[in-house]
Structures are given as C-alpha cells and as structure tokens.
C-alpha cells in the first residue's frame, strides 16, 4: 500500500519506464528516473529491453513402435510328454 498504487498517483505518472538489474525488472515514472537518473546508473539499473520469446519449434511426432510381445515359457506350465511304459 504505497503511494505508488494508489489511484490519484497512477494518473499523475502515466509514463513510466522499466528498468533492469541482475534479472529484476522495476518500473518507475518516466520523471522519477529522469530526475535521479545518475543515482540509478550508479546502483546499476539499465534500461529494461524487450526480449522476444523464442518461438516454439513444432514438435515431429515418431510413429510409436509397439515392441513384440514375447512368449515366457515357464516350467510349471510346460506340457509333460505322456510316460510310456518299455514293452517287453
């Protein structure tokens, strides 16, 4: 709740400027940087560029390959030869 957000002040500053340090990007009145522009400088602030957002590259879908199902023997359920009996 600073003096800055109230309604009367933001229309007294309708130009403001974006300014840039370490990443953070504050915004002030245009008059405000003027006035302590040196003041600004010496902190480190710069004027905040505009950046393009890189645009997305479309992504190829691959065709899905489906792996094959295998076939697990296991030996419980191995079938038993049928037992014949020698003849004599």
Not at 7 to 13: A, D, H, S, V
């Amino acid at each position: 709740m600073g003096w800055e957000t109230t309604p009367i002040t933001k229309g007294l500053f309708m130009d403001t400027i974006k300014l840039e340090r370490n990443g953070k990007v504050i915004e002030r009145s245009k008059a405000d940087y003027e006035m302590n522009k040196s003041a600004y400088d010496l902190r480190g602030f710069k004027e905040a560029v505009a950046k393009p957002k890189p645009k997305p590259e479309p992504k190829v879908e691959k065709p899905k390959v489906e792996p094959k199902a295998e076939v697990k023997k296991d030996s419980e359920w191995e079938k038993e030869e049928p037992k014949t009996k020698k003849v004599e």
